[in-house]
């Protein structure tokens, strides 16, 4: 079983896949941080973000370990992360260069701790459209962008990170920006993808609903 949950940041792809990858055994593949890796490694090298040939080459070099390494980093998800993934997942050659890496999963999907798994699901922005457009289900997630961005911002708050609202939604709406109107893989839902506003239920009904959702698609 293949599902993938795209859309914006802030807009609960996180919450869903980890409910679904639990309720139905699969193993769970955020992409966000394979972009999120490269960025920081440009940070802490030293390198300008608008350096796409380091940037490539960086991207060419990623590995799963050092993915997991740069994860425990305390700007992997802060905002200087946030910017960076979203500067350097513009480049379609970067985007290229850790394409692969991302569909091999769902050949040998595999849980943290290597164990086998029975499907994948991916959470990302281009996961069903791009990684994997042979998905079983593929969700589009969506919320305004003041409820994302109070989201993300509780988010900092309890991982300790010093920011405000009004910065977060800020780098927010130019984060959507630029991954709407970029080139290459820019924010959109498949034409089959579900549409689902995260803003209109509370949580535990909106992960009930989507766990409902796939039975339904895949007759379970
Ligand atoms: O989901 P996230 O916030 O961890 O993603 C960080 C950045 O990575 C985001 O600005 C866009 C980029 N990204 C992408 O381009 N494609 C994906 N499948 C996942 C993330």
Known sequence: MIITVDGPAGAGKGTISA???KTFKLAYFDTGMVYRAVGLQMVLSGYALEDKQKALELAENMTFPQMMALAKHKDFRSDIGSHAASVISAYPEVRAALLKMQRDFAL???FADGTPADGVIYDGRDTG???CPEADVKFFVTAPVEIRAQRRHKDYVVAGIDTTYE???AEMKK???RDQNRASAPLK???DAVMF???LDSEPNNLAKVVEIIKQKLNL
Do not use: F, Q
């Open 189 to 191: 839902p498949a034409p």
């Open 167 to 169: 910065t977060v939604l």
């Open 197 to 199: 506003d995260t803003s």
């Open 175 to 177: 984060r959507d920006e």
């Open 129 to 131: 459209t791009v990684i």
């Open 108 to 110: 040998n999907p595999v």
């Open 19 to 21: 409910h679904v990858a």
